[in-house]
């Protein structure tokens, strides 16, 4: 995995600044916003397998970005379903402590703190560590049926286990450096009013943007490694 590369690859195109503050505008509209940027990091992930990431996608293609967001968060919905799922159970577990139920008040606390700790966690932390390879899959595919084939889509995954989970390291370590500085940029805001408000707010959804796009360029080397067996990360063309 090249992580230098992932980090940096974005701002070798010229126009950068207008697109990554585009990104950084759209994030800030409720649902909507976050589907089309999601979309426009699914792009240029495809664009990273096929070794075509010169520049960041353009912000010409509305709807297609809008598309590929749509189908990115149904894959993403699909995947975390089981731990969903022992999310629900786990709160109907404390039915009986909520009505106050004295004689399985215990069980259900332990029921309840069980399905959280022991499998709701874990499983939450083991789907994050696997989605780049569905999304991957759609990305490159465009086929919302080969992104919600677990089997394959697991099968792949044991194969580049270790790059998805530097891919979750980084992203972990992205989403602390950007509570890191939004935090320090908001103090120095307060000085400014509402020009370093506004300031400190473009800057918090601008690192978002960014953090899509790491993800978008690792998912990307993760789908070329797929394809190329026994290559490195891909280079740029």
Known sequence: MD????????FRDDDWPEK???????????????????GWALHYA????????????????????LTLGLLGAVVSIAWFLPTLAV??????????ALLGDERFRIISLALSLAGLSCLALPLAMLTTIVLPVPLGRLA???QLSTALSV???????????PSLFVTWVVLLLHSLGQAVLVS?????????????????VILATGLQAHQYLVLGHLTGQIRYRLE??????PGVA
Do not use: K, M
């Open 3 to 10: 992580l230098v590369r992932a980090l940096s690859a974005p």
């Open 20 to 38: 990554l503050v585009i990104a950084a505008l759209l994030l800030l509209l409720p649902l909507i916003g976050p589907l089309l940027v999601l």
């Open 46 to 65: 495809r664009e990273v397998a096929e070794q075509r990431e010169r520049a960041l996608p353009t912000w010409r293609n509305w709807s297609e970005h």
């Open 87 to 96: 999310l629900a159970l786990s709160a109907l577990a404390l039915l009986p």
């Open 140 to 142: 490159t595919t465009n």
């Open 151 to 161: 089997v394959g889509a697991l099968q792949e995954a044991r194969q580049v286990l």
């Open 184 to 200: 320090i940029a908001s103090q120095f805001a307060l000085f400014l009013c509402l020009p370093g408000i506004a300031a400190s």
């Open 228 to 233: 190329h067996p026994g290559e490195g990360a």
